[in-house]
């Protein structure tokens, strides 16, 4: 199944291939080396000066860390994730120092995430990011030291048929994917101004 972005305009090909599905096939599996190169892209991403806040912890379907994660799920995500190959953790080091606070770090990790995301969707693998995640039950489950914090968490995996999930979450599956209109997120000028 693909879910391929109508663009107004070419974009690269696994940008506009990038989905968020919740169908995942529950018998492929990942290995690190399989993550590898997503993480190495995340590695490389852009920060404000080079202070790296992006980390993460990754549990495989069926190991101890996978199994926290899968617990610290909220509402629909805890119904769907089950069938992912990995779990992700997107932590952010949220000092540069103690008592400083880095104002960029949450940016900084939406990069690094996405540069996950789109490496992993140029190895064939697909990633839903979730908000819907107990995040304090995270970082004491992971002992997450001062000046670190959970931020959401990555399933990640192999598409599968949405026939394996309920039907209102398979409804939303194959639905069309939408998005505002350039004209509606381009300005050029004060918001005041047509």
Known sequence: MTHTAHTSTPINPVLAARWSPRAFDANATLSQGDLTAAFEAARWAPSANNWQPSRFIVGFRGDATYNTILESLAGWNGVWAPNASALV????????????????AQFDLGQAVSQFTIQAQTDGL????????????LQKAFNLPAGYAVFHTLAVGKIADPSVLPEELAAREVAPRVRHELKEIVRHGAFDES
């Open 89 to 104: 953790v997107a932590i952010v080091q949220t000092e540069v120092e103690p008592g400083t606070v880095n104002p960029y």
């Open 126 to 137: 697909y990633v839903h990011q979730m908000a819907g995640t107990d995040t304090e039950a």
